[in-house]
């Protein structure tokens, strides 16, 4: 049983198109995180989002965590082919356990 | 930049043989985990240990897996036998203490079993 499940789990488009991913649950979370992961490497972390309702802002990725902390979504504002990769969230639950959603590889093409 | 060790990076044997992955985290990192990522999947945690004690180890098969830091730095988890289905990538990350929230990952291991 996934229990964050992300949403789509394949998705390439055009550089310079506007995406969102999204990262659903049942259970809520103390906290959500995104991690972007490249071909034969480990996750990096990108943010973590704490409170109902925040909003956090990398560059032209914005990250929303949803107000009952149980979702959360992914926009990245005009695609460029560096931010191909793996996209995955993890709900934070007790002591610093993750939970990971399966991923959304992203592709960008030039 | 201090990273998080691990080696070897890849590993193919055959099954029903041992295999052994390192790990060394950040130095002063207390809280080291070992996840399982199968191809087109998130990883999945295994075990936890924080210094030389297992937290968590509800989720590591331990009719064929083992996992040891036995001072409290480097770990070690071993498989033995390997079966086909153990093919994944090995992911090892550490973080300054159990409720310390930022997990730094390792490179992986990706070990391919024949």
């Known amino acids: 049983t996934q229990l964050l499940e992300q949403s789509p789990q394949f998705l390439s488009i055009q550089e310079g198109e506007n995406l969102t991913v999204y990262c659903n649950s049942s259970s809520v979370f103390s906290s959500l995180q995104w991690y972007r992961q490249e071909p034969g490497e480990g996750p990096v972390l990108l943010v973590t989002?704490?409170?109902?309702?925040e909003v956090k802002k990398l560059k032209r990725l914005t990250f929303q965590f949803g107000d009952a902390r149980k979702d959360s979504s992914l926009h990245i504002t005009a695609a460029q082919p560096g931010d191909t990769g793996l996209y995955l969230c993890a709900g934070v639950r007790g002591a610093q356990k993750l939970v990971f959603g399966q991923g959304t590889r992203l592709t960008i093409n030039p | 930049e201090a990273e998080v060790a691990q080696s070897p990076r890849y590993k193919i044997t055959e099954k029903s043989q041992a295999v052994a992955f390192w790990c060394d985290p950040i130095?002063?990192?207390?809280?080291l985990y070992w996840y399982r990522q199968i191809l087109g999947q998130g990883p999945e945690l295994l075990v936890q240990f924080q210094d030389e004690s297992v937290v968590d180890d509800s989720q590591l098969p331990k009719d064929r897996f083992s996992a040891e830091r036995l001072k409290g730095v480097d770990s070690t988890l071993k498989i033995q036998p390997a079966e086909l289905g153990d093919s994944a990538m090995y992911l090892c990350?550490?973080?300054?203490?159990?409720?310390?929230?930022?997990?730094?990952f390792g490179p992986g291991t990706r070990l391919l079993v024949l």
């Open positions: 130095s002063g990192h207390a809280t």
């Open positions: 989002v704490v409170t109902g309702g």
């Open positions: 990350a550490s973080s300054l203490g159990l409720h310390q929230e930022t997990q730094y």
